[in-house]
């Protein structure tokens, strides 16, 4: 627990938003608060940061130093040498999820990570709640910083947080009620260096949960069934099919129906779906698992899956023109993400790949994309390592930026085609984040028809 007391004083490392958000909150709260930030110099009315939040910019100095409690944020890298020193000082280091779960105790709180999957299942997992419990907020990776939301939170509140292997890292005492465990695959590797430290990361969601909560995990997962073992939680698999789970509570799918099973009750539900992926389905499995959990009707669950159309940016169908589908997947930052999008659909795709490269091989799509791709257009940062690891699976086009990639492609596609941009890097060679690519696609599918 941090002790609110203004003669603390805290050192926030990065003005991002979650860095320019937790700054805000603890000067609200009465500490001297001092921000670093290694990028070029802003003001705080540009960022939206209070006034009395003294700033530095181009890189972190020994002011930082200075702070009672260090605050770090998600992304950072734990061999800056500014956090060297702080560790030698035995100056505390937190996260801003740490920091922020300080001022606020909510009824409870459902926590989602994996690599893929997180921000479909955390945004229905709010959708279904909301319904029985009017006072559900939203935040974490999912674009709300936990410092801006943890204001509205009292006694009868439900938190649902989407958390990154980052904000995870950064915070090993963290402890939800319901934790959702999508899947593991390489992924930040650049930032996590082994794919075990990575593994470790995400096994913070559910490290220290109780006897009294739930652990909710791909039972497909190998990561997952060998992590789970450590918790002290109840744990609730779920798979595609059930075949295999080997515990009472579980959820999966058979025949066109869900069922979820908690103590040797099942519970039966039929969804209309409108998310196009078979991995669609265990997101449906998770989500309503977490939301039955709390004490949702199956009937509510039932209804809001069936009015659920998805989440921006993943999948999205944008649209058609003359005969030929455009489908925005910029939030496929990673290879394993790609090869969901992939599964998909039957063949004919149009496929954009590029950024910034993450560390992570693309051989592993490279048998789909033989199977279902008639061509490759190549942008970003990335484009050379990806044009070498797939080299003849499947023609390719280096055309650079994103808006050359869409005029290629429909000077080239026909009828019956599928475009699909999913790109399998980071989107920070070229844009500020996913959601700006993934807007920039459509602005330019949209210029196809004027």
Known sequence: M???????????LGLGKSGIACANLAVSKGYDVFASDSGKQRTHKE????????????????????????????????????????KKRNIPVLSELDFALNFAKPKKIIAVTGTNGKTTVTTLIYEIIKKSYKNTFVAGNIGFAISDVVKKLNSSSVLVLELSSYQLEDSPGFRPNISVSMNITP????????????????????????????????????????????TNAKIFAFNYTGNGIETKNCAYYKD???????????????????????????????????????????????????????????????????????YNDSKATNVDSTKVALESFDKNIQLILGGQDKGSPYKPIFNLIKKKVKNIFLIGQAAQIIKKELNKAAPMFECGTLDNAVKKIFSLAEHGDIVLFSPACASFDQFDNFEQRGKEFKIEVEKLNA
């Open 2 to 12: 941090v002790k609110q007391n203004n003669k603390i004083k805290i050192s926030v």
């Open 47 to 86: 960022m939206k940061l209070n006034n009395k939040v003294s700033v530095e910019f181009g890189g972190h100095s020994g002011k930082v130093l200075d702070g009672d409690i260090i605050i770090k944020s998600p992304g950072l890298p734990c061999e800056l040498e500014i956090l060297k020193q702080a």
């Open 187 to 230: 992924d930040h590797l650049k930032h996590h260096h082994t794919m075990a430290n990575y593994v470790k990361a995400k096994a913070n969601i559910f490290i220290n949960q109780k006897n009294n909560d739930y652990a909710v995990y791909n039972y497909n997962d190998k990561y997952l069934r060998k992590s789970v073992q450590k």
């Open 256 to 326: 066109g129906n869900f069922y979820i099973t908690k103590g040797g009750r099942t519970v039966k539900f039929c969804p209309k779906i409108n998310i196009v992926g078979r991995h669609n389905i265990d997101n449906i499995l998770a989500a309503s698992t977490a939301a039955y959990l709390t004490g949702t009707e199956i009937s509510v669950i039932e209804k809001v899956v069936s009015a659920f159309k998805g989440v921006e940016h993943r999948i999205e169908f944008v649209k058609e023109i003359n005969g030929v589908k455009y």
